[in-house]
């Protein structure tokens, strides 16, 4: 276990299409608060020298820049929608700077997706130019010691789809769900820092709200939690204001530090 904290980087806190909307002249996309301005949702989750990545956004460029990241020592996938993997390419100038491959961590179905998508990465051909150097590591759904810090795949439901969000030492990031089953409900007690899906306030199939989420908040009793996935219903000041003050919208950029961690 780290004995140092561990740093929450949110890289990206807006949903599939991103925030401004392209097209939308609504008061959150035109708003002048850096925080309305959100790109695809991921987190990169820092301690002892390493980076975890979850999830590769098709804005991973653009973020790994923004987060000066300089090193990438592996990536968890929660599920297989575009705006969760379409930036694996990215991870290139890593294998590069690191002269090593980076290993990969999905569920079955998950990684199978991300193979099928990526086939050039995968099918062993011989290439003229650069491919990502990967390893692939398909989850069960029991913990996963990544350098030290136990990551455990938290089951959640997408809609229909069952996906996976991921318990780190006492933090925890929900993204894309519109329901935690009782059984992960309980993986989910004694957290310091709480990341949930809270895309708006009106009702969606496959994502919670921001009452919803904030019932699940009450329910756990995390001592601090932060939605994320936000649409541009949510204009964050406004949105805040309504919250109660251990639940915060999460931002592009905002940096989380959980402390003493527990297993």
Known sequence: MPGSPVKITVLGSGTSVGVPVIGCHCDVC????????????????????????????????????????????????????????????????????????????AAPDTMEAIQRCFRYIFDGAEKPSSVPKLESRVLNGAPVDLFGLEFLPIRLLHGQQEIYGFRFGNSAYLTDHSDVPEESLERLRGLDVLFLDALRFKP?????????STSTVEKLVPQRAYLTHICHDLHHARTEEGLPPHIRLAYDGLEVLSGEQTG
Request: hydrophobic share 35%; aromatic share 8%.
């Open 30 to 105: 035109t708003s002048p608060d850096p925080r309305d301005n959100r790109l695809r949702p991921s987190v990169l989750v820092s301690y002892e020298g390493r980076n975890v990545l979850i999830d590769t956004t098709p804005d991973f460029r653009t973020q790994a820049l923004r987060a000066k990241i300089a090193r990438l020592d592996a990536v968890l996938f929660t599920h297989a929608h575009a705006d969760h993997i379409m930036g694996l390419d990215d991870v290139r100038p890593f294998n590069f700077r690191q002269r090593g491959p980076i290993p990969i961590y």
């Open 204 to 212: 969606h199939p496959t994502h919670s709200t921001v009452d919803r």
